[in-house]
Nanobody
Framework: QVQLVESGGGLVQAGGSLRLSCAASGIIFSINAFGWYRQAPGKQRELVATITSRFTTTYKDSVKGRFTISRDNAKSTVYLQMNSLNAEDTAVYYC???????????WGQGTQVTVSS
């Protein structure tokens, strides 16, 4: 059974940066695509970025140029580098395994990102 553990969140001032990590186990990491999602208070969970097994990436329009998704197959870890953070980025961030553009794993606890303005 796949397990996903997110970390790296915290409180940061507007304009600051954070790097999130997602450690995966229970799967053959290198052949899977992954996505970073976020859920702000009172809002639905939304997809922020994806990375395929071939390292192809996609981004939500509002984070393009600010966020970078990457992966380290040797460490079975997916990263999300977040720069130029603003208050609208405040949310709990989750990662998940993706198949045909849909999350297929159980959701972890996520990691809280809070951006103060």
């Amino acid at each position: 059974q796949v397990q996903l553990v997110e970390s790296g969140g915290g409180l940061v001032q507007a304009g600051g940066s954070l790097r999130l990590s997602c450690a995966a186990s229970g799967i053959i990491f290198s052949i899977n695509a992954f996505g970073w999602y976020r859920q702000a208070p009172g809002k639905q969970r939304e997809l922020v970025a994806t990375i395929t097994s071939r390292f192809t990436t996609t981004y939500k329009d509002s984070v393009k140029g600010r966020f970078t998704i990457s992966r380290d197959n040797a460490k079975s870890t997916v990263y999300l580098q977040m720069n130029s953070l603003n208050a609208e980025d405040t949310a709990v961030y989750y990662c998940n395994v993706m198949k045909e553009l849909q999350p297929i794993g159980s959701w972890g606890q996520g990691t809280q990102v809070t951006v103060s303005s």
